[in-house]
């Protein structure tokens, strides 16, 4: 099946204690990205990736590191998580084109105490 | 600089009339337009997308929305609303223009969208 997963689906931490948030899909899609979705706001991009070893910053990049070593992975890592990360987290992909369309995972919710 | 807004936060239609979620988009160049929709605790769905062509687009689960150049709007719409269509609604926007945006996607803020029995 055609996917994009997330691990881990929940997650609570404390302040400062860093964190990985993998992100990988079966689907050969050179593009992927990282958003977070806080109440009000919608979805604002953090991080993406044209292809294996091009990442770019989104528009709420700060306090967040990616890395794509691989095509299909794409962890999202926060090295001192603070409060106000605290969000949902979602990846997406998609095969290239901006025609085209993109996968969502199914989110991880992070709260950082 | 690329944008959509969404004017409705919420939107409550009757089951069986019609619905309409709004959208409006500011880019600089031609624009490729999508709905997504995400149900709770679910990560967002596609429903449809406009890229060229025909202004009025069908998509998934009976939805369909028209794209107006003249009032930059793309607003989905619905024929006869069902109570399982309750979810947030996401319109967003990318352009056609290569080199600025890189095709990245851009989001509204979403539309809660209510169906009652």
């Known amino acids: 099946e055609a996917q994009v997963t997330q691990n881990p689906r929940y997650l609570i931490t404390v302040t400062g204690k860093k964190l990985t948030v993998t992100c990988s899909q079966n689907?050969?899609?050179?593009?992927m990205s990282w958003y977070r979705q806080d109440p009000g706001l919608g979805l604002r991009q953090i991080y993406y990736?044209?292809?294996?070893?091009?990442?770019d910053k989104g528009d709420v990049p700060e306090g967040y590191k990616v890395s794509r070593k691989e095509k299909r992975n794409f962890p999202l890592i926060l090295e001192s998580p603070s409060p106000n990360q605290t969000s949902l987290y979602f990846c997406?992909?998609?095969?290239?084109?901006?025609?085209?369309?993109?996968?969502f995972g199914p989110g991880t919710r992070l709260t950082v105490l | 600089a690329q944008s959509v807004a969404q004017p409705e936060d919420q939107v409550n239609v009757a089951e069986g009339n019609p619905l309409t979620v709004k959208c409006t988009y500011s880019?600089?160049?031609?624009?490729?337009l999508f709905w997504y929709v995400q149900y709770p605790n679910r990560g967002l769905q596609f429903l449809l997308k406009?890229?060229?062509?025909?202004?009025l687009v069908k998509g998934s689960y009976g939805f369909e929305a028209e794209f107006n150049k003249s009032q930059t709007s793309f607003h989905l719409k619905k024929p006869s609303a069902l109570v399982s269509d309750s979810a947030l609604y996401f319109c967003?926007?990318?352009?056609?223009?290569?080199?600025?945006?890189?095709?990245?996607?851009?989001f509204g803020r979403g539309t809660q969208l209510t169906v009652w029995p």
């Open positions: 997406a992909s998609r095969w290239g084109p901006r025609t085209d369309t993109q996968y």
């Open positions: 990736s044209m292809n294996v070893e091009v990442t």
């Open positions: 406009y890229i060229t062509g025909d202004n």
């Open positions: 880019v600089s160049e031609n624009p490729y």
């Open positions: 967003a926007v990318t352009a056609a223009d290569r080199g600025s945006t890189l095709g990245r996607l851009y």
């Open positions: 689907m050969n899609h050179e593009y």
